[in-house]
């Protein structure tokens, strides 16, 4: 769906409907200007013959018709629903109400389904709603465990919002080995933000203590930090005035949030975005194209829900690509499980299958499509992207 036409479709008619509004106006105050001077003029008028009252409004006339205050109207109002009519068309184009035209009838697992709904909810924080759903949809174990994992994480996230990093701190030193064996550096990232903490409201030699006592296991790997941290104890009661004032920045309370999320996802093995969110984020950018083809498929008489294999592209933005396609430069099909891409001698790669139609036996010599080497099925070997 294209949202930069619609916005500038949309802007067009804002701007179209601005300027008929400012012409209209100016008409309707220029015949009003006209009409109350004419008026005035009668009023003063002590001869009140039948022929000066009639000079009197036949100038207002001519001075009317010079105005033309109903074809200037009415050119602005067509213009104007020229370009409404333009926008209305665009929208219909982009959001096309029958989008059940793109529905498959898949058979689902409620109870899969039911257990995917709940663990949004419980995704998102919403506990309450995650318990009710879960009871009325008679899924009461449903995500019980991750339920209070993500729990403690978000009340550790309304305490570091609060600025009381001590919870947080907690949960890192408890995961330590978990998270250094993933390279992340949350937990030197909640010492500085507390260092800095202390302090701009404790002073110099409270955030020297607190360096001593929990710096001292990150100095092999972040001693370019702790440095700089050092450093800001000569700016103390003046650190907004240093060269480290970068360090008093809300973003950093932003960006160590963010990674506590995540890492804590990354330790239950869930990602960091609701699945269920990511797969109707995903749907919603394939709808149109879905929407064509379906489209196209009926106009030709063919139902495109019995097909095995969307024999299109659908354009995802990049937060949706997970992992590598392979397409095989031969059949121009993406390789599945049952068709994998297969790694020649020669370094090229086909699909299994296009190896197949290129030679009848596992042993017999076929030459590769992109160079004179030849090789056999035996010698392919199947790789993994």
């Given at each position: 769906?294209?949202?930069?036409?619609?916005q500038?479709?949309?802007?067009r008619?804002a701007?179209?409907?601005?300027?008929?509004?400012?012409?209209?106006q100016?008409?309707?105050?220029?015949?009003?200007?006209?009409?109350?001077?004419?008026?005035?003029?009668?009023?003063e008028?002590?001869?009140?013959?039948?022929?000066?009252?009639?000079?009197?409004l036949?100038?207002?006339?001519?001075?009317l018709?010079?105005?033309?205050?109903?074809?200037?109207?009415?050119?602005?109002?067509?213009?104007?629903?020229?370009?409404?009519?333009?926008y209305?068309?665009?929208?219909?184009?982009?959001?096309?109400?029958?989008?059940?035209?793109?529905?498959r009838?898949?058979e689902?697992?409620s109870?899969?389904?039911?257990q995917?709904?709940v663990?949004?909810?419980?995704?998102?924080?919403?506990?309450?709603l995650?318990?009710?759903?879960?009871?009325e949809?008679?899924?009461?174990?449903?995500?019980?465990?991750?339920?209070?994992?993500?729990?403690?994480?978000y009340q550790?996230?309304?305490?570091?919002?609060?600025?009381n990093?001590?919870?947080?701190?907690?949960?890192?030193?408890k995961n330590?080995?978990s998270?250094?064996?993933k390279?992340?550096?949350?937990?030197?990232?909640?010492?500085?933000?507390?260092?800095?903490?202390?302090?701009?409201?404790?002073?110099?030699g409270?955030?020297?203590?607190y360096?001593?006592?929990?710096?001292?296991?990150?100095?092999a790997?972040?001693?370019?930090?702790?440095?700089?941290?050092?450093?800001?104890?000569?700016?103390?009661n003046?650190?907004?005035?240093?060269p480290?004032?970068?360090?008093?920045?809300?973003?950093?309370?932003?960006?160590?949030?963010?990674?506590?999320?995540?890492?804590?996802?990354?330790?239950?093995g869930?990602?960091y975005?609701?699945?269920?969110?990511?797969?109707?984020?995903?749907?919603?950018?394939?709808?149109?194209?879905?929407?064509?083809?379906?489209?196209?498929?009926?106009?030709?008489?063919?139902?495109?829900?019995?097909?095995?294999?969307?024999?299109i592209?659908?354009?995802?933005?990049n937060?949706?690509?997970?992992?590598?396609?392979?397409a095989?430069?031969?059949s121009?099909?993406?390789?599945?499980a049952?068709?994998?891409?297969?790694?020649?001698?020669?370094?090229?790669?086909?699909?299994?299958?296009?190896?197949?139609?290129?030679?009848?036996?596992?042993?017999?010599?076929?030459?590769?499509?992109?160079?004179?080497?030849?090789?056999?099925?035996?010698?392919?070997r199947?790789?993994?992207?």
């Amino acid at each position: 769906m294209d949202f930069t036409s619609i916005q500038e479709a949309f802007d067009r008619v804002a701007k179209k409907q601005k300027l008929c509004y400012t012409k209209t106006q100016e008409v309707i105050d220029r015949t009003l200007h006209e009409v109350e001077a004419a008026a005035e003029h009668l009023n003063e008028i002590e001869d009140c013959s039948v022929e000066v009252l009639k000079g009197v409004l036949r100038d207002l006339q001519i001075k009317l018709n010079e105005i033309g205050p109903l074809s200037r109207i009415g050119v602005s109002q067509k213009e104007l629903n020229t370009t409404t009519s333009k926008y209305g068309k665009i929208l219909d184009k982009s959001f096309n109400p029958d989008i059940a035209k793109a529905y498959r009838d898949v058979e689902f697992d409620s109870h899969l389904i039911n257990q995917i709904i709940v663990q949004h909810f419980y995704r998102l924080g919403l506990f309450e709603l995650g318990d009710c759903f879960a009871k009325e949809s008679q899924e009461s174990n449903a995500a019980a465990a991750l339920k209070t994992h993500l729990y403690e994480m978000y009340q550790n996230l309304d305490q570091l919002q609060a600025k009381n990093l001590e919870p947080a701190l907690n949960w890192a030193r408890k995961n330590r080995q978990s998270l250094e064996a993933k390279g992340s550096s949350l937990e030197f990232q909640l010492h500085q933000l507390q260092f800095v903490h202390v302090l701009t409201t404790k002073g110099r030699g409270e955030a020297l203590e607190y360096a001593k006592l929990n710096f001292l296991p990150f100095s092999a790997e972040y001693m370019s930090g702790i440095q700089r941290l050092m450093a800001c104890l000569l700016w103390a009661n003046r650190l907004e005035f240093s060269p480290y004032k970068d360090l008093l920045s809300s973003a950093h309370w932003d960006k160590v949030a963010l990674e506590f999320t995540r890492q804590c996802c990354n330790l239950l093995g869930q990602p960091y975005e609701s699945p269920l969110y990511v797969t109707l984020s995903a749907g919603s950018q394939a709808l149109s194209s879905l929407l064509k083809f379906a489209t196209v498929m009926s106009s030709k008489k063919q139902e495109w829900a019995a097909l095995k294999q969307m024999p299109i592209e659908i354009p995802l933005d990049n937060s949706f690509q997970f992992h590598s396609v392979f397409a095989c430069p031969v059949s121009r099909e993406q390789s599945t499980a049952d068709n994998p891409p297969m790694l020649m001698c020669c370094g090229h790669v086909l699909c299994k299958q296009s190896i197949q139609k290129l030679t009848k036996s596992n042993s017999r010599m076929f030459k590769c499509p992109y160079c004179p080497l030849e090789t056999t099925a035996n010698q392919c070997r199947q790789i993994y992207f």
